[in-house]
Nanobody
């Protein structure tokens, strides 16, 4: 069984920063493509950022220039550094993983692509 566990969420004021983490158990991130997604109640889950197995990254336009996705294979951990946070960034943030990585890069931001998901960590940004 594969387990993904997010951490690092919290409540911050607009303009602040947070770094959320995703630790993997049962497998290593090496060879996987990984993504961060977010969802607010009543809305669809949306792709935020993703990193391919070769290290290339892609970001949603809404977070480009503010968020950075990275991974540490030695620690088997995925990160999302979030800077200049806005109230509209408020959501439950989820990490996801999959081995089917030979796809157009923009596909990596599609929630339907991924097989493995974490439980989520809440990020709340106040004005």
């Amino acid at each position: 069984q594969v387990l993904l566990v997010e951490s690092g969420g919290g409540s911050v004021q607009a303009g602040g920063s947070l770094r959320v983490s995703c630790a993997a158990y049962g497998y290593t991130y090496s060879g996987y493509c990984m993504g961060w997604f977010r969802q607010d109640p009543g809305k669809e889950r949306e792709g935020v950022a993703a990193i391919d197995s070769d290290g290339s990254t892609i970001y949603a336009d809404s977070v480009k220039g503010r968020f950075t996705i990275s991974q540490d294979n030695a620690k088997n951990t995925l990160y999302l550094q979030m800077n200049s946070l806005k109230p509209e960034d408020t959501a439950m943030y989820y990490c996801a993983a999959d081995l089917r990585c030979t796809v157009p890069q923009w596909w990596l931001l599609l929630p339907s692509k991924y097989n493995y998901w974490g439980q989520g960590t809440q990020v709340t940004v106040s004005s």
